[in-house]
């Protein structure tokens, strides 16, 4: 909805910064006045880096994180991984906070979402098929499910356990000292190391 007290250009610049999630109208306007009090030169450099991250980062063909070029990310191409085990994650930030714990060595595999029949979220919007394909290759030993301890996150962790078993994979579950209802990006590294020292089998 326009607003009369602004310029079309202002009015336009607010409407896509209250597009992002979990910004509001009053906070698209400040951040909408925020660029305006910028220099030319930070303006164009904040536009400029938005231009490259479009069109330079893409998802690794491994693990479906992000990722520059058309290769595989640093931590699918690194020897030091151990590539047998891999852990589902909704998110590509929740790869950064696993990372943080630094006790973690083996690989990822990000869903890009759950599955959430109210936002009409399937399976084929996720990247469910590449994860069955990684597996199928038959050098995954142990997947790890780590999505969020929510609704959502449980019920997916459950359908990619059931898919999963017949390829003879060990499937096991974060034991999440994580409160229910909470998200990985907000742990701290200590929880995360607990909850990977603990998973169990699903």
């Known amino acids: 909805m326009s607003n009369q007290a602004f310029p079309p250009a202002l009015d336009a610049l607010v409407e896509q910064f209250a597009r992002l999630p979990g910004v509001g109208r009053k906070s698209a306007q400040r951040l909408a006045f925020f660029v305006l009090g910028q220099s030319e030169e930070q303006v164009n450099a904040f536009a400029q880096a938005l231009l490259t991250a479009k069109g330079e980062i893409h998802r690794c063909p491994v693990c479906q994180n992000f990722s ?40 990822y595999h ?3 979402g759950v599955i959430s029949p109210m936002n009409h979220i399937g399976p084929d919007d996720l990247t469910v098929k590449e994860l069955l394909e990684r597996v199928g290759q ?65």
């Open 138 to 202: 038959g050098t995954v030993r142990e997947v790890i499910m780590a999505t969020n301890p929510d609704t959502e996150g449980e019920a997916t962790a459950m359908y990619l356990s059931r898919l999963l078993k017949p390829f003879g994979v060990t499937v096991t579950r974060l034991a999440y000292g994580v409160p229910v209802g909470g998200h990985l990006e907000f742990a701290d590294d200590a929880t995360l190391m607990r909850a990977l020292e603990g998973r169990r089998e699903m």
């Open 68 to 107: 520059e070029g058309d290769g595989p990310c640093a931590l699918c191409a690194s020897s030091r991984r151990d590539g047998s085990t891999v852990c589902v994650v909704a998110e590509a930030r929740d790869v950064a906070a696993l990372e943080r714990g630094q006790e973690y060595h083996g690989l």
């Open 110 to 112: 990000v869903l890009h």
